[in-house]
């Protein structure tokens, strides 16, 4: 017999040919489950004890009990191997059906065994599309339960009995599993002489059309069966068959046989289409021949085909009708998809391309095929659209906070708006949390940060503690998001209370989960099982969530949530409503962490806040910048000479005009000062490589920022590239936006009078200043929260120079909260309090915002859980800022009253974009 190399079988998979995998018993035996002659053994043990009323489980029982008896049973051949003698040992010891299934059930599900290395590389594989469909003659479900334990692939089509044949493919977009010989749950397992000797015909008419197109790799497979070999094999052999190949892995040491009678005829017949592979074992050709060595080549996954969809398909990978791929964030696809390809070892092109990403949603289940086009599925809609909840009202969150008012102002802010609770003497605020599941997972983690202050802990030796751990606080937030039922029209509720939180989210128990259970208590079951117990309801959204590092796939999740509570000496109680509709999960926070009266343990102040950066991300950038020639030497004189013509907001440099706007669309349809043969473009990335070409590129983005500004209704100091609200008819302006828990007001413009009257001197505006930066290949718009003191409430500015330190002073009298909710309250306005990713807009009137580039800013600023020591005394500190405050006062109103000399209006009268100002 002709032999080759597994790395043959490498180029099957890389080079997309989709061979058909056929598994024997001796692919499983690392799993546990014992391959033909081991198996008859334990027949004749567990037969030997039926017969003589014996346990089976007597560890007393020898060898020497039930060997003689067994031999000198008159079916015995003492001239066959015990695998050979497998079909006639089944059928007189366990001739009976339900002692058959009985003896099967144990002897597939071993306990404390877990599928090898081997079938958790064959998982990965599967994933990847390198194979479709695998054959088995083996009845235990190791490949099933691997694919549970690591959710790879996302679904896993069984085939067992005659029933299900309707979900089988010749072209199938899920993987698919196709027990030869039955299922012994259901009865219909082949074991008998007489039963395996032929496969059922309808399941051969279906294999016939994969047998003859794809290649055949046979792994762990004696070949001795006349069922497989006659039907599948034999009956299709002659010079021209299999044209594909059979390659038929054997062991190093077994090259030279022996071979079954069945596999030396089929090599006879097909001759060189049938090759030797020798492997070192089943778990080493799928992990290290196969999976690892085609990870460390770059292969990439095969893309699917479409074929038709069946039933029994998660919620989450199903297709959804009437929506379009078009609603996907790009920029988000683009960022999550390249974190999922790095956590699991995945090939992605240097620089992402879009063919990529088609390939990336495919395989990760994001999209599905609905005729000749693509539909999203459901987890795609909710992890990458930019609003799900408009579609899919369920698919939000319902925050509450429930407490005395100084508690929810301490931990929420000064500008929450309260309402009753139920409770006397309580109140409660609510939030509604949307967007995409990224979005709502980020929020909340937000939100319940502020409720895990930190504070000191007295002992023999004082330490600092949290009133909960915030890792146990993700798990529990996640699990919620991950594995809740999106099929059902109810949110996630969390309500926090002083002393607790509760997160309450839609499903029960899944079947997957609740089988491994079996009948112990749940909350016991979870947190006394050394083994992780997994299941996933959506295990597209588990996969994403994954690959961004948002949750652990060992299911252990609520094991480590009970033991990160406990540790921080809280307690956690969690598990399905008695009618498995929704799932509660509750963390108590440490008793020391609200007993004011004993004073166990004094709180320090907000010692622990999720602080938020000051830096918007830019998640989608120019690609191309357009120029053109000109003889101006600044942007002043270009602008004057360009009176009359259009031109967009630009930058000159070097003789040459610089602008974000498209050029040569503007010249096709408008007069401009360009000769349209002499404008050109170069990528942004490149124009930012050249010498000054930052310089210029932080101006034009600018000038896109400015244009946003003013579309906001702001007013702007062009020069300090700073904005502020002006006032409106009245002497003092206030905005609502959503707060971190619902609609808050905020006072933006506010009146200052005379110490002694009631006179205004001058309008304090709250307002920021703003510049873009970047940060290696990532920019931002980074904002800082200032003042701004005008004498009429718009454009007329008090004595600029002095006021922008008082300005800088006033601002650092402002504590981190009040920081926060200013940068929040700036990015509300900014994005018009976007769910998602909002675009940098035009005013209505703008002539060019047609021709503008697509800007793309995430409305979620980066945090991060920060320490602080507080001032040791924090009524002196009060008191300090207060006093300061006065001073601070006093001195604008006496500034105020002065005559300014250096009042200048920076607006340019020429144009927007006649500036030499940066």
């Not at 390249?338 to 990403?357: F, G, M």
């Not at 008695?578 to 008793?591: K, L």
């Amino acid at each position: 017999m002709r032999t080759t190399t597994t790395g043959r079988l490498r180029s099957l998979l890389i080079d997309g040919y989709e061979p058909v995998l056929l598994l024997g018993a001796g692919a499983s035996i690392k799993s546990g489950i014992p391959a033909a002659a081991l198996t008859v053994e334990k027949a004749a043990r567990w037969a030997w004890c039926k017969e003589h009323c014996r346990h089976h489980e007597d560890n007393s029982i020898r060898r020497s009990d039930y060997w003689p008896w067994l031999t000198a049973q008159s079916w015995y051949k003492s001239d066959l191997s015990d695998a050979d003698l497998y079909p006639d040992a089944i059928d007189h010891l366990l001739g009976v059906k339900s002692d058959r299934r009985e003896f099967f059930e144990q002897l597939i599900n071993p306990l404390g065994v877990h599928p090898s290395r081997g079938y958790v590389a064959l998982t990965q594989i599967l994933h990847q599309g390198w194979i479709s469909t695998i054959l088995t003659t083996n009845f235990d479900h190791c490949l099933e339960r691997a694919a549970i334990q690591h959710n790879r692939p996302h679904r896993l089509v069984s085939i067992s009995t005659p029933a299900d044949y309707i979900m089988f493919s010749s072209a199938p977009q899920d993987p698919q599993l196709i027990f030869l010989h039955g299922s012994v749950k259901h009865y219909s397992d082949k074991n008998l002489t007489d039963e395996v000797q032929s496969l059922d015909a309808k399941i051969v008419d279906r294999l016939e059309p994969l047998l003859r197109d794809h290649p055949i790799i046979v792994v762990g497979y004696r070949g001795a069966e006349a069922s497989v070999m006659k039907d599948l094999f034999l009956a299709h052999a002659n010079s021209e068959g299999f044209l594909h190949g059979v390659y038929w892995c054997v062991l190093e040491g077994e090259v030279d046989g022996p071979f079954s009678p069945f596999v030396i005829e089929l090599a006879n017949q097909i001759r060189s289409n049938f090759q030797l592979v020798p492997i070192k074992g089943f778990d080493d050709l799928f992990e290290k021949d196969l999976l690892n060595s085609m990870i460390a080549a770059g292969a990439r996954p095969t893309r699917r085909r479409s074929g038709h969809n069946v039933g029994g398909m998660p919620a989450d990978m199903r297709p959804l009708i009437g929506f379009d791929v078009s609603g996907f964030e790009v920029p988000l696809l683009h960022a999550r998809l390249s974190q999922y390809a790095d956590k699991t070892d995945l090939w992605r092109p240097k620089e992402i391309d879009a063919t990529w990403i088609e390939e990336m949603t495919d395989r990760l289940d994001l999209v599905r095929p609905i005729d000749a086009s693509k539909a999203p599925t459901l987890a795609g809609w909710l992890l990458f659209a930019q609003n799900p909840s408009a579609d899919f009202k369920q698919a939000r969150v319902e925050f509450r906070a429930i407490g005395p008012s100084h508690w929810l102002r301490e931990r929420f802010g000064d500008d929450i708006e309260l309402e009753p609770a139920e409770r006397e003497d309580d109140y409660s605020v609510r939030r509604t949390i949307g967007g995409n599941l990224w979005n709502q997972l980020d929020v909340l983690i937000d939100l319940l940060a502020l409720v895990n202050f930190q504070f000191r802990l007295k002992a023999e030796v004082s330490r600092t503690v949290s009133a909960y751990n915030a890792i146990a606080i993700k798990e529990m937030i996640v699990n919620a998001i991950v594995h809740r039922d999106y099929d059902r029209d109810e949110p996630v509720y969390v309500e926090v209370q002083p002393k607790s939180i509760t997160v309450k989210s839609p499903g029960g128990v899944i079947d997957e989960i609740a089988a491994q259970v079996g009948n112990q208590p749940f909350q016991e079951a979870i947190a006394g099982r050394t083994n992780p117990i997994k299941g996933y309801r959506n295990p597209a959204i588990s996969d994403l969530f994954y690959g961004g590092g948002q949750m652990d796939r060992r299911g252990s999740g609520l094991p480590d949530m009970v033991l990160l509570t406990l540790n921080n000496n809280g307690s956690v109680a969690f598990g399905p409503s008695p009618d498995n509709r929704n799932f509660t999960v509750t963390i108590e926070a440490r008793p020391e962490a609200v007993d004011e009266i004993t004073n166990t343990a004094l709180p320090l102040t907000e010692e622990t806040v999720r602080y938020s950066s000051n830096l918007i991300p830019i998640a989608l950038m120019p690609e191309k910048v357009w120029h053109a020639a000109t003889t101006a030497k600044s942007n002043a004189s270009f602008y004057r000479n360009a009176q009359g013509l259009a031109a967009p907001p630009g930058h000159v440099s070097d003789g040459r005009f610089y602008s974000l706007y498209n050029l040569e669309e503007i010249a096709d349809v408008l007069i401009t000062p360009f000769e349209p043969g002499d404008i050109e473009t170069l990528g942004f990335s490149e124009l930012i490589s050249f010498p000054g070409g930052e310089a210029i590129a932080l101006k034009l983005l600018h000038e896109l920022i400015f244009e946003h500004l003013k579309s906001k209704g702001l007013q702007i100091e062009f020069n300090r590239r700073r904005a502020y609200f002006g006032r409106g008819d009245e002497p003092e302006l206030k905005v609502s936006y959503q707060g971190r828990l619902r609609k808050a007001t905020r006072t933006v413009v506010k009146a200052r009078t005379k110490r002694d009257s009631d006179d205004i001197v001058y309008y304090e505006h709250k307002a920021f200043s703003f510049s873009v930066m970047r940060f290696g290949e990532d920019w931002a718009l980074v904002i800082t929260p200032g003042y701004a003191f005008t004498r009429d409430g718009l454009r007329s500015p008090i004595g600029q120079e002095r006021t922008n330190i008082l300005s800088t002073r006033r601002a650092a009298l402002d504590f981190n909260p009040s920081v926060l909710q200013d940068v929040s309250f700036w990015l509300a306005v900014l994005s018009s309090e976007a769910e998602g990713l909002f675009a940098l807009e035009h005013r209505p009137d703008n002539d060019f915002a047609h021709f503008a580039p697509t800007v793309l800013l995430s409305p979620r600023t980066p945090t991060i859980s920060f320490n602080i020591s507080a001032f040791n005394e924090l009524s002196q500190r009060n008191q300090e800022i207060d006093e300061d405050l006065v001073k601070l006062d006093a001195e604008l109103e006496q500034l105020a009253l002065e005559p300014d000399d250096d009042e200048v209006d920076d607006e340019p009268p020429e144009h927007d974009g006649a500036r030499d100002d940066d």
